[in-house]
């Protein structure tokens, strides 16, 4: 028998830890509902990269539903395999893509891992989210020592020192090796300074940029790519000054504080909104805008923050999706070099974004875009994944290369920092002529 009961890995009683409700595509389920709509059907494991890599039940969509159910309803006592089937989840979302019932599995698994018994309450996750709600100042600081120490040529000692966990970011730690610069100017310092993007003394605006923490602390140039192009296709906006989405806290399993970083930038959106009227908020790293738009359901259980939750999520936007098609004008690449499109994960299964960003690659790069196999594979990026699931993630990542390689492209397109992270780690070792670029660099290198 294990040291722990059943109860302690999955206690819904434990408020500050769980959602009560979902927001499904079949309407609002409680989370037992929720997993019970599962019927087991088992259309999901044809497209589980965890099952269909390793062919275990236990490790695949269906078998995740069962677990939560059979938790919740106190009827397992095999806690391993439970915390194993749901930790080694990718969140891709590929199940409830195909999924008829429309379960919900990413949301399930989190609130498998939200468990009384380490998950989301060890020191590092909590002193990272914690800096990073409350003492933003703090937070970059520490950041900035960890990039110096790797521009000294001491990546390998701000890893030991532990920089990157204390600051609740392992992966940034693991992935240093593909991080090409690290910045020491951070982005949002850099757009609070464009004299184009202050709100004050404007009275509508089109679009109002939210900085990612990928774009904001480590991919600068991305946000700066994103900024030009919103500017050019669909004329002035603002900054939002934002905070960080959440999204780090929401999946460390810290959902309090996650309605708190939720509630700052809604209450920025509401201000800006009364001084400019209708816009739209766009961002650009897929992972944190899903989230956004998924604001509602930290809120379900409160009248007045739920519909204000809501107004924001509908006023959200991801880059990918956002520029017009038809006003696009731009060069192919001049080097005619192939290039291709790796759809991310939060943007083809969390927000169905599929069709638009290949239209207006097809307009810009013509005969030089080609489609790539499995696009909507997942690259096993996923966050801290490639940290804390290695073998799995480079297994789930080997086969992604091999399809980037097999279209023979210089250049591979994806919309989310984890992915730019993770493909160009693969690409370095395993197919190092082709580079992964995020899609506003892209698009707004050819329509300068
Ligand atoms: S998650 Fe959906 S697709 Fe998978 S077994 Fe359950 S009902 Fe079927
Ligand atoms: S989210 Fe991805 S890895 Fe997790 S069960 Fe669904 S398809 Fe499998």
Request: a positive charge; glycine letters at 8%.
């Amino acid at each position: 028998m294990t040291k722990y009961d059943i109860n302690e890995l999955y206690d819904h009683t434990q408020e500050p830890f769980h959602l009560k409700h979902l927001l499904t595509d079949l309407g609002e389920r409680t989370v037992y509902d929720a997993a019970a709509q599962c019927n087991r059907c088992g259309y999901c494991e044809t497209v589980c990269p965890t099952y269909m890599l390793t062919g275990r039940e236990t490790i695949s969509a269906r078998g995740r539903n069962q677990f939560l159910r059979l938790l919740i309803e106190g009827k397992t006592r095999d806690i391993d395999s439970a915390r194993e089937s749901f930790s080694t989840c990718l969140l891709c979302g590929a199940c409830s893509s195909v999924c008829y019932a429309k379960v919900p599995t990413p949301d399930l698994v989190l609130e498998g891992r939200r468990s009384r018994d380490g998950y989301g309450r060890g020191f590092a996750a909590r002193l990272g989210v914690d800096l990073l709600l409350n003492r933003r100042g703090v937070f970059e600081l520490a950041l900035k020592a960890g990039y110096l120490l790797k521009r000294l040529g001491l990546a390998a000692l701000a890893g030991k020192l532990g920089f990157y966990d204390f600051l609740g970011l392992p992966a940034l730690g693991a992935a240093q090796d593909a991080l090409k610069h690290a910045p020491l100017k951070f982005l949002r310092k850099i757009l609070l300074k464009d004299p184009a993007l202050k709100p004050e003394g404007k009275k509508e605006a089109a679009w109002a940029y939210f900085a990612p923490c990928g774009p904001n602390y480590v991919f600068t140039e991305v946000g700066a790519a994103t900024v030009a192009l919103l500017k050019r296709f669909l004329g002035p906006g603002v900054f939002t000054d934002n905070f960080c989405c959440g999204l780090l806290a929401y999946n460390y399993g810290r959902v309090t504080e996650a309605r708190e970083f939720a509630k700052k930038n809604i209450l920025r959106f509401e201000e800006l909104k009364k001084a400019l009227g209708g816009f739209t908020v766009v961002g650009d790293c897929s992972s944190c805008v899903a989230f956004m738009k998924s604001y509602e359901q930290l809120f379900t259980e409160d009248e007045e923050w739920r519909p204000r939750a809501k107004a924001f999520a509908e006023a959200v936007k991801d880059i990918l999706e956002a520029l017009p098609t038809d006003k696009i004008k731009g060069r192919g690449p001049a080097d005619g070099e192939t290039v291709t499109y790796h759809d991310s994960c939060r943007a083809c299964h969390g927000q169905g974004i599929r069709s638009e960003p290949r239209e207006t690659l097809k307009k810009i790069a013509g005969k030089a875009f080609v489609e790539l196999p499995e696009s909507d594979w997942c690259c096993g990026g996923a966050g801290a994944y490639a940290f804390t699931q290695t073998a799995l993630s480079e297994r789930i990542a080997d086969r992604k290369i091999r399809n980037i390689a097999s279209t023979q492209a210089g250049t591979v397109l994806a919309g989310a920092t984890s992915c730019l992270l993770q493909l160009n780690a693969g690409l370095k070792k395993k197919y190092p002529s082709a580079r992964a670029v995020h899609y506003s660099v892209y698009m707004d290198n050819l329509t300068r």
